[in-house]
């Protein structure tokens, strides 16, 4: 099974920036449409940005025009770049397939906003 390995989270002042990555262990995750999801507190988890093999995008209200998600796939790498980072954005981070999570979840990337 891929197992897939975020990073690049942290504390931010609101208004910053984060690039967030997402290395997969199997090229086979490049054939994949991926997502970046996240979960706060007590919330469910909510998909937040998701790309095709070919580089197609999609985003959450949320975050339209904020956040951008990028794939290399001769890294087998998807990346999420955050901008204008709000307090809300608070929350874990994790990268899975989508729409159905075919990976093993992995421990998330943990992303904090001081308002």
């Known amino acids: 099974q891929v197992q897939l390995a975020e990073s690049g989270g942290g504390l931010v002042q609101a208004g910053g920036s984060l690039r967030l990555s997402c290395a997969a262990s199997?090229?086979?995750?490049?054939?994949?449409?991926v997502g970046w999801y996240r979960q706060a507190p007590g919330k469910q988890r909510q998909m937040v940005a998701i790309?095709?093999?070919?580089?197609?995008?999609n985003y959450d209200e949320s975050v339209k025009g904020r956040f951008t998600i990028s794939r290399d796939n001769a890294k087998s790498t998807v990346y999420l770049q955050m901008n204008s980072l709000k307090f809300e954005d608070t929350a874990v981070y994790y990268c899975?397939?989508?729409?159905?999570?075919?990976?093993?979840w992995g421990q998330g990337t943990q992303v904090t906003v001081s308002s």
């Open positions: 790309i095709n093999g070919i580089g197609g995008s």
């Open positions: 899975n397939t989508y729409p159905n999570a075919l990976a093993q």
């Open positions: 199997e090229s086979i995750f490049n054939l994949y449409t």
